[in-house]
């Protein structure tokens, strides 16, 4: 699934393997053998509902693994990587051989799992990335709207700007590929070493904007994400109130700043001594959000 501005999109692609019998989730995990697979801790046959899995580095989406009115449905996800593929593929593989099923993809075919791979081969998924990539294209530049993906780790957000760069970073032909690897730069990247900015929403008296911001203070590495203004804290406003847009933060942060899409971004630590400079320069793009 991915959002814009409050409308889900679904562009994915399902198997089904229908089945009263249930293997053991450690046993098809097993099966698929790869040393990197991020999976849910479940003891037994595999339960009622819906479980993710993904490569550790790798994914760029989480495959879907559903059971429920006697049937397994393997959902691979919008821009999934080629490795997404492959776990995916495996899955229903496994499942449908040790089970003893029938694969039943949406094209409204049914096949034994050898067949599998004659049907849906490499070349298949690279049109669905592509065909992703160009309804993304759609909406970032005809639309100017920002496209949010449910990544296997956190969220990605790609818009106007960032497509441009990606569009700009080489041929036509490899922009799928490079959209690909943002997500993953943005799923793997360690922020271990960053403070989680609070996002906190603030509400004119009337009820009519709502306005979400997070607080930028000195001596901390922080990752900002999905808020409109950063407040400057300590500041030298009698009603110590320091608003400045997210936008201005490359400006002011400098070589500190750092986007990790279109909407996160990194900002190095400021020292102490540093800040009054900052707020100083701050100053030119201070903003009232509220009147």
Sequence with gaps: MWREEG??????????????????????????????????????????????IYRAEISTRATEITYTDHAFQVRI??????????????????????TGSQVEPEDDITFPAEKLRDIYSATWGNRMTASH???????VKKEG?????VGPVREFHIGPRLFAELEEGGPAEGLPQ????????????DL??????????????????????????????????????????????????FLVPLEALPQ??????????ERQCLVEAVASDEWPALL????????????
């Excluded at 999934?80 to 449908?96: G, M, N, Q, T």
């Excluded at 929403?201 to 900002?224: C, G, I, N, Q, Y």
């Design 192 to 241: 271990s070493g960053y403070a989680e900015a609070a996002i906190m929403e603030v509400t004119t008296s009337d009820k009519s904007k709502t306005t979400k911001l997070s607080v930028w203070e000195p001596d901390r590495a922080t990752h900002f994400s999905g808020v409109e203004y950063i407040h400057l804290v300590p500041n030298n406003m009698p009603d110590n109130i």
């Design 133 to 139: 990539s160009k309804v993304i294209g759609h909406f």
């Design 7 to 52: 409308i889900n999109l679904y562009m994915s692609y399902s198997f089904y393997i229908r089945t009263d019998l249930r293997p053991a989730v450690a046993d098809v995990l097993a099966r698929i053998d790869f040393p990197n697979v991020v999976a849910p801790d479940v003891c037994g046959a595999w339960p009622d509902g819906t479980l993710h």
């Design 280 to 291: 100083g320069e701050a100053e030119r793009y201070k903003v009232l959000p509220f009147g």
């Design 145 to 149: 709207k920002t496209i949010t993906i």
């Design 252 to 261: 002011l942060a400098g070589s500190r700043f750092a986007y990790l899409d």
């Design 77 to 98: 996800l919008a821009l999934a990587s080629p490795e997404d593929y492959e776990l995916a593929f495996r899955v229903v593989e496994h499942l449908a051989v040790l």
């Design 178 to 189: 490079r959209i690909l690897e943002a997500i993953r730069r943005t799923q793997y990247r």
